[in-house]
């Protein structure tokens, strides 16, 4: 991978924000990899193998899960975002946009720049306590 997470000099970069690129970067690779076991379990013919593969996609579900997880409890608008659309029976897009105003209105997670700190908005969501 190499430092190819970073668009900014890494050395001007405070080390929350760094860590941030990491997990996503990582979120990224997580997800790369449960897609090429999706493909390699449909093709597969050998029970053991398959079982195998089945094994380390699950493996994959768990480290993409806590990254996510991770880079939620960092990011209080963007955790607020994902509340309102993750396990969310229905429309996959109407809440998407509900979730989305719901943040960024005035007092939501997102409104007022839970960014101006440096913090990446840690302890910014309303009520939230880690
Ligand atoms: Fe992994």
Do not use: N
């Not at 050395?11 to 076991?37: D, K, M, N, Q, V």
């Not at 429309?91 to 960014?115: K, L, M, N, P, T």
């Amino acid at each position: 991978m190499g430092f190819d997470q970073y668009h900014e000099p890494p050395e001007e970069l405070p080390a929350a924000t760094r860590t941030f690129a990491r997990l996503c970067a990582s979120l990224t690779e997580e997800a790369e990899a449960i897609g090429w076991y999706e493909q390699r379990i449909a093709l597969e013919k050998d029970p053991e193998a398959l079982a195998i593969m089945r094994d380390a996609q699950g493996e994959e579900f768990k480290h993409f899960a806590m990254d996510l997880e991770f880079l939620l409890r960092r990011t209080p608008p963007w955790r607020e975002v994902a509340r309102g659309i993750l396990f969310q029976a229905g429309d996959i897009v109407e809440h998407g946009e509900e979730a989305e105003a719901e943040a960024f209105e005035e007092g939501g997670a997102g409104a007022g720049g839970s960014y101006d700190d440096g913090s990446l908005g840690i302890g910014g969501l309303r009520g939230e306590t880690r």
